[in-house]
């Protein structure tokens, strides 16, 4: 696989982190800098540890993470996005769905990389090389750094503009995210 191969590759799995970033902004209503930047760089690094860890246990574990991955991506995304609507309903004081927590940032960093981890297994098929791997994984997990911390800002920006709570709007895109990783793998099986 080619640089640009791969760099498209590092987009297209970017969207996922970009999207997610995307709600947390909305919940957030404010540039919250350490926020920002831990979301950026757990998405980035889970991102581009993932198909690292895909390549390396591709033979072991192959046929499980193929028949499984969409299911345990659909799981948590959409849990994640119920638990926003409902707590988009529930008064400010009240809502416990804050993406400023650690434990909440390794949910969705997991969620999001579920794809990368098969992209992993992929690359372990084409037979890349140790340095074509790191290349690779370099790249995706930058690529996926700045697209979450554009989300997040955007998803700011945007709740600033829009002047109403959006946690609803982003549990519904979680949710949206979950049906689609989960559709593209039953549709492509």
Do not use: N
Not at 48 to 55: C, I, S
Not at 115 to 122: I, N, S
């Amino acid at each position: 696989m080619g640089i640009v191969g791969i760099i498209l590759l590092a987009i297209s799995l970017a969207m996922d982190c970009f999207s997610v970033s995307l709600a947390s902004g909305m919940i957030l209503k404010r540039i919250h800098r350490p926020t920002l930047l831990k979301m950026a760089f757990f998405f980035g690094l889970f991102q581009a540890l993932m198909p690292l860890v895909g390549w390396f246990v591709a033979g072991l574990f192959s046929s499980l993470i193929r028949d499984y991955d969409h299911w345990i991506a659909f799981g948590l995304l959409s849990l994640l996005g119920v638990r926003m609507i409902i707590e988009s309903f529930k008064k400010q004081e009240d809502c416990h769905f804050d993406p400023k927590r650690l434990s909440v940032i390794l949910t969705l960093a997991v969620a999001t990389s579920i794809d990368a981890l098969a992209v992993g297994v992929t690359f372990a098929f084409i037979k890349m090389t140790v340095d074509q791997m790191l290349v690779a994984v370099g790249i995706i997990g930058l690529v996926s750094f700045v697209f979450s911390m554009a989300g997040t800002y955007i998803g700011v920006v945007a709740c600033r503009r829009f002047k109403f709570r959006m946690e609803w709007v982003g549990g519904l895109v979680l949710i949206g995210l979950g049906v689609k990783i989960l559709v593209e793998h039953l549709s492509a099986a």
